[in-house]
């Protein structure tokens, strides 16, 4: 994906602390807090332009929701989203995926959403995939007992990817869709690339998985 830069991207951000949480690290294990709300907390990685998390929220009150994202000229289209609706139960965040465990305490989401991730199809670049061993082990941290992972691609060679990645690190595939939207699934929220690669024809995969029972230290 060609990014187009916006340089005053950065700036806008800025401009909205109420949306896109300028200090994270700070509000580890006290989201909840900050939302104002204890209910669940699920998270989205690589948020992209924000369609999927802002209709989420819409449809799920009940649940707070993060989206990450990594590229700021991306993330402002989330963010215009986010004022245009007003909704208090999402909020950004401009960061890496890397350093989750800086941002949430042990335990402490129910979800985390991994919606059409880089597949990074070299080999040489696997360690760069969401759902390489170090990804996982940063999710099975921050993930709570019963959490679980949604992931959905229109990369097949990803899909199985990450299928044997999932299962050898030891979460559990609840639920594997080989073809999501011939799947009868009535709840489906699309993102942005779901609505461009299934409008062309392009079949969309989608898993779900149980993280594995907390290890003992």
């Avoid at 990685?45 to 991306?74: C, Q, R, W």
């Avoid at 941290?141 to 990369?155: C, F, P, S, V």
């Amino acid at each position: 994906m060609r990014l187009r830069n916006k340089p005053w991207a950065k700036d806008k951000i800025a401009a909205y602390p109420q949306y896109v949480i300028p200090d994270p690290e700070t509000k580890r294990g006290r989201w909840r807090e900050l939302f104002g709300h204890d209910q669940p907390l699920h998270v989205e990685i690589g948020t992209g332009k924000g369609k999927f998390i802002t209709e989420m929220a819409k449809l799920h009150p009940d649940v707070n929701f993060i989206g990450i994202e990594l590229y700021p000229s991306v993330l402002v289209s989330a963010l215009d989203k986010l004022i245009e609706s007003g909704l208090a139960n999402v909020k950004l965040l401009n960061a890496n995926a890397k350093d989750l465990t800086a941002f949430f305490a042990d335990g402490e989401v129910s979800r985390i959403y991994l919606n059409f991730s880089d597949p990074w199809p070299k080999k040489r670049h696997e360690k760069r995939r969401l759902t390489y061993r170090d990804f996982l082990a940063l999710y099975d941290r921050i993930l709570a007992e019963d959490g679980d992972i949604h992931l959905k691609t229109d990369n097949q060679s990803f899909f199985e990817y990450s299928l044997v990645s999932l299962s050898q690190y030891g979460f559990v595939l609840a639920s594997v869709q080989l073809d999501l939207h011939q799947s009868g699934m009535t709840d489906n929220v699309m993102t942005e690339y779901e609505e461009k690669f299934s409008a062309k024809g392009n079949r969309i995969y989608r898993c779900e998985a149980v993280r594995p029972p907390r290890r003992s230290s």
